[in-house]
């Protein structure tokens, strides 16, 4: 079985809920895969979250799956034996055989308290044997209290500790050796310090009875010890996630929960393993919030290369349907400019039928062309072989699939009906195909011709050359305007009479370390 979603999120606790009631508020088609063993299912009760102190940790995921369910978030009982990276997706594996598919996927598995090696400790868990002074500190105030330290960091929960009551002890036999210093700051607090190893914790009515391998029993009501957070991701290991250089080597992610992996977020214990409750929650709602940026980006970019398919495919079409759509004629603005340059490498972006790469390939220049329509460019590359030609014509989204720079990149009356066409897109790219020395011409229509002057609101927007040198916004100091003018054309109207065009015209020189293609005899200027 393989299903798909907009996010799968491994791990139903704390972090996890608040991830899925972002994204299902968000409207986003959300799983949350649980194995019901979140890791403070140890305790009765919950303290130090606001609004929730003292609630049952069982009832605050009861009435978060509640909240998710109602934005339409779903749930499954399993454990995930896998991640594969699709690509575009990311598969999940389940250990039963189930394979999800999604978007993203955001870890919240959390992590597993593994104790000190104790006889007699893990028994009492989540009871009498604590880890955090203030998620249990105020219920054992001011009894007889231990801290079994396990590493030099455990003199930091003594102190915390010590907080709490008057009556504490330290077993340290594991965490030594201590500095001076720290010794006479638990001597200053009145902290005995036991510097015997603990062989057994025993159970009684009257607290519990540590006993050290000296034989010596300290009778305490409750003992704080910090277990070793352990992250249980081996099905995340082919994705090879980054881990932070923090105790327990979490995940690292930035603050929006991001992983090394574009598709793969994470929340809670697996990227802070001493964090409380309102701190996985808080990150379980930045990672669901992350991902619903990160899918919402990805839904625009998806639409508007949909959209561009589906114009690239109508140019297409509309050179199918016909025979020849252009005249084959080099445009004579263009010709004009051109023929005052020395000839080299050519690119026209555009090119349609070829009719301007061909003639550049009568003038000397080595000249490629690419266009959209498949057509079209089939169409040129077979009227270059039949005039003996040599050019190159590539069928591509602007200058997408060519990587090399020319001596002069062209683009001819590069229009399009649409009105969220991105000619200036399409120009900047281009632009970034000149080489160093060489230029940039943009030909367009400045005004609609005389025997369309009105045209219906799908027109295509026309622009001054001062304005589109404008909208460009190339550096100045790389740049050169040579020629940025508007200039009449003559022209066959559709009922045979004579009429003029309105060309605008845009030159630019890009300045580089080698001297510019040297331009003939009669140079147009700046007009």
Known sequence: MTDEWDAVIIGGGAAGLSAAQMLGRSRRRTLVIDGGMPRNRFAAHMHGVLGHDGVDPADLIERGRAEARAYGVEFVKGAV???????????????????????????ASGVRDELPAVPGLEGEWGTRVLHCPYCHGW???????????????????????????????????????????????????????VSAGVARVVPGEDGLTVVTEDGTEHVVDAIFTAGAPVLNLGFAASLDLARAETPGAPLAVDLTGATSHRRVFAAGNVIAPFANVPVSMGSGSMAGAGVNARLTEEDFDLAVAERTAARNAAWDARYAAEDRVWSGRVNASMAAIVSDLEPGSALDVGSGEGGDVLWLAEQGWQATGVDVSPTAVARASRLAAERGLSARFVAGDGVGRI?????????????????????????????????????????????????????????????????ELA???????????????????????PDGGAAHLEDGILLLLRRGDRDPRPARAGRATRG
């Open 139 to 193: 219920e054992v105030a001011g009894t007889r209290l231990a801290v079994l330290a396990t590493s030099p960091m455990s003199a930091h929960q003594v102190q915390l500790v010590r907080q709490l009551s008057d009556d504490v002890i330290a077993f340290t036999a594991t965490a030594e050796p201590w500095s001076e210093d720290l010794v006479a700051r638990f001597a200053a607090r009145g902290i005995r310090v």
């Open 471 to 493: 909208l460009l916004d190339l550096d100045p100091a790389e740049w050169q305007a040579e020629v940025v003018e508007i200039r009449a054309r003559e022209a066959t109207a």
């Open 81 to 107: 034996a896998g991640l594969t990276d699709d690509d575009d997706r990311i598969r999940v594996h389940r250990t039963d055989g189930v394979v999800h598919t999604a978007r993203a996927v955001i870890i």
């Open 403 to 467: 990587d090399e720079q020319f001596d002069l990149v062209l683009a001819s009356f590069l229009h399009s009906w649409e009105a969220d066409f991105p000619r200036v897109r399409l120009l900047r790219d281009a632009a970034g195909r000149v080489a160093p020395g060489g230029r940039l011409l943009v030909l367009s229509h400045a005004a609609p011709p005389p025997w369309a002057r009105d045209l219906h609101d799908r027109a295509p927007l026309l622009r001054t050359p001062d304005e």
